[in-house]
């Protein structure tokens, strides 16, 4: 079984900064990718960035040049660091993985991100 829990939520104000972690454990032997994803009231859940386990990142366009995602395998943690916050990055942040063979996906409980203006 596998777990992931996310950390590093909270209440911002605009334009501050914010670094999400998310831990995993259990059996992963092996990963296609892992990766943040952000579900706002009302709306669908939506990437916000993922990397593989080459290494090749991949951003929505609206958290550009704003945010980075990295890992410390050695940890077996996730990273996103959140600079310039807007009042629209407000969400749940999840934190995913998908391993092989199937790519079967595993998913955090979520970690609320709060951007005052």
């Known amino acids: 079984q596998v777990h992931l829990v996310e950390s590093g939520g909270g209440l911002v104000q605009a334009g501050g900064s914010l670094r999400l972690s998310c831990a995993a454990s259990?059996?992963?032997?092996?990963?296609?990718?892992m990766g943040w994803y952000r579900q706002a009231p009302g709306k669908q859940r939506e990437l916000v960035a993922t990397?593989?386990?080459?290494?090749?990142?991949n951003y929505a366009d609206s958290v550009k040049g704003r945010f980075t995602i990295s890992g410390d395998n050695a940890k077996n943690t996730l990273y996103l660091q959140m600079n310039s916050l807007k009042p629209e990055d407000t969400a749940v942040y999840y934190c995913?993985?998908?391993?092989?063979?199937?790519?079967?996906?595993?998913w955090g409980q979520g970690t609320q991100v709060t951007v005052s203006s």
């Open positions: 259990g059996s992963i032997f092996s990963i296609i990718s």
């Open positions: 995913n993985l998908v391993v092989p063979p199937y790519a079967y996906t595993y």
């Open positions: 990397t593989t386990a080459s290494g090749i990142t």
